[in-house]
């Protein structure tokens, strides 16, 4: 009974370190995903404020 005590204590003890390897790629991936969302409103709110100043300006020299 010794031998499969030590092997099931084993087996569990490898399920707990690859349930947290999982848990922190899932943490992982999360994150990068929020990274890249902001990364990419940033850019467009970057291209949206550049593009109205442009507009602006055509629209104040078409005034006058």
Sequence with gaps: ???KGIALFLVLWILVILSVIV???SVFT???LLITRNFKEKTQSYYIADHNIVISI???F???
């Design 1 to 3: 009974m010794g031998e």
């Design 23 to 25: 848990a922190e790629f």
């Design 30 to 32: 999360r994150t990068e």
């Design 58 to 60: 055509f629209y104040f």
């Design 62 to 64: 078409k005034c006058f």
